[in-house]
């Protein structure tokens, strides 16, 4: 079975400073990996995801995650924070096989102080 | 394309109750999913649907819960009777192609109150 972490459930940054949001996954097959983002009110919305291939992925908004297969991780960055990114941020995994499903982490809001 | 578009928006109801939670995908998406959103448990997948056949439904937490697709269109959850612990965000997604690998585009949600 597959998993995800996220660890806390709230950062807080000012604004202009580095994010960092952590995502550690647990599958026995190679994962695919999904940030998405959650806006007050809103529906999710896909920031960025890895399939295959590079293992830096950009996503919108100047969001990028790096997939760490030794560290089993995928944690989401951005340079430099903004109001507008405050939110709340889920990573999730699949896999392909039987049952597969796309299992979310519990999320992480995030809080961009001025 | 609008989107994918959940009615009602809010719902409060009694429990007991009847509730049925509409979902219209995007046009030529293939998948349809429904979630239910809490703070104790996150983000569960109840159901998906390929194709308008439910494909895998062991999320769904009871006999309580049945979901049905009649058309590519058209997507619905209903809950007989409703409990106060149904209470949740429940959410329709719907993607082009595999769960595995494809963007889902979700709705707004339905925000599900059962007194």
């Known amino acids: 079975a597959q998993s995800v972490t996220q660890l806390g459930s709230h950062v807080s940054v000012s604004e202009g400073a580095l994010v960092l949001l952590r995502c550690n996954y647990s599958?026995?097959?190679?994962?695919?990996l999904f940030w998405y983002v959650q806006y007050p009110n809103q529906g999710l919305q896909l920031l960025l995801k890895y399939t295959t291939g590079a293992t830096l992925v950009k996503g919108i908004n100047g969001f990028e995650a790096e997939f760490k297969k030794s560290e089993t991780s995928f944690h989401l960055t951005k340079p430099s924070a903004h109001m507008s990114d405050a939110a709340e941020y889920f990573c999730a995994v699949s896999t392909l096989g039987a049952n597969s499903k796309l299992t979310f982490g519990k999320g992480i809001t995030l809080s961009v102080r001025p | 394309d609008a989107g994918v578009i959940q009615s009602p928006r809010h719902e409060v109801t009694e429990m007991g109750q009847e509730v049925t939670l509409r979902c219209k995908p995007i046009s030529g998406h293939d998948y349809l999913f429904w979630y239910r959103q809490t703070m104790m448990r996150g983000l569960e997948l109840l159901i998906y649907f390929n194709n308008n056949v439910p494909i895998d439904d062991s999320g769904m937490p009871e006999d309580r819960f049945s979901a049905k697709m009649p058309n590519a269109s058209f997507s619905t959850l209903k809950i007989q009777p409703s409990e106060p612990r149904d209470s949740a965000v429940y959410f329709c997604a719907s993607s082009l192609g595999p769960l595995e690998t494809d963007t889902q585009y979700f709705g707004p949600g339905t925000r599900l109150t059962v007194l």
């Open positions: 599958s026995s097959v190679p994962p695919y």
